[in-house]
């Protein structure tokens, strides 16, 4: 976290490009699924929306946990 931004981004793609195909298609099938069946559970009222404001602050108390 010390490294400034542009070095943890360079870093990123440093260690993205390191997976092989196989794994970045099968996280990107995985990511693709979940999405999938996210949305198919809110359009069929099982999965309620939430503001953003309300996401980020759970975000940040699961955070300083």
Do not use: T
């Amino acid at each position: 976290m010390s490294l400034p931004a542009n070095e943890r981004a360079r870093l990123i793609d440093v260690l993205w490009d390191s997976l092989s195909s196989a794994d970045v298609k099968a996280h990107e099938a995985a990511w693709a699924a979940e999405a999938e069946r996210r949305i198919d559970a809110f359009d069929a009222g099982k999965l309620k929306a939430q503001d953003a404001q309300s996401v980020l602050s759970g975000l940040h108390k699961g955070l300083r946990k």
